[in-house]
Nanobody
Framework: QVQLVESGGGLVQTGGSLRLSCVAS????????MGWFRQAPGKEREFVAS????????DYADSTTGRFAISRDNARKSVYLQMNKLRPEDTAVYYC????????????????WGQGTQVTVSS
């Protein structure tokens, strides 16, 4: 089993930045692909960013490309999401996810999920 705990969410003004963190415990996730998803009220969960098990391949949703950056630190069992130039439409609960594969996917086909952290961007 893998447990994921997100942190770093909060309230920020338009144009501001936040850095989300996700720490894994339990089974090692060194070779697991990791992803970030988000869900706004009344909307489906959507892909934000992913990183391969090796860390060498990253992918982003069109809406976050150029503003968000995903990274991982296997020694710390952590994955991060640096979010810059935030917009009100980025407001959502952000979820960290782990996939028992070195290959990430933009679909919510991940094996483990965190509880989420709220990000609110005020206009």
């Amino acid at each position: 089993q893998v447990q994921l705990v997100e942190s770093g969410g909060g309230l920020v003004q338009t144009g501001g930045s936040l850095r989300l963190s996700c720490v894994a415990s339990g089974r090692t996730v060194t070779n697991y692909a990791m992803g970030w998803f988000r869900q706004a009220p009344g909307k489906e969960r959507e892909f934000v960013a992913s990183i391969s098990g090796s860390g060498g391949i990253t992918d982003y949703a069109d809406s976050t490309t150029g503003r968000f950056a995903i990274s991982r630190d296997n020694a710390r069992k952590s994955v991060y999401l640096q979010m810059n130039k935030l917009r009100p439409e980025d407001t959502a609960v952000y979820y960290c996810a782990a996939r028992a594969s070195i290959f990430a996917t933009t679909r919510p086909q991940y094996d483990y999920w965190g509880q989420g952290t709220q990000v609110t961007v005020s206009s």
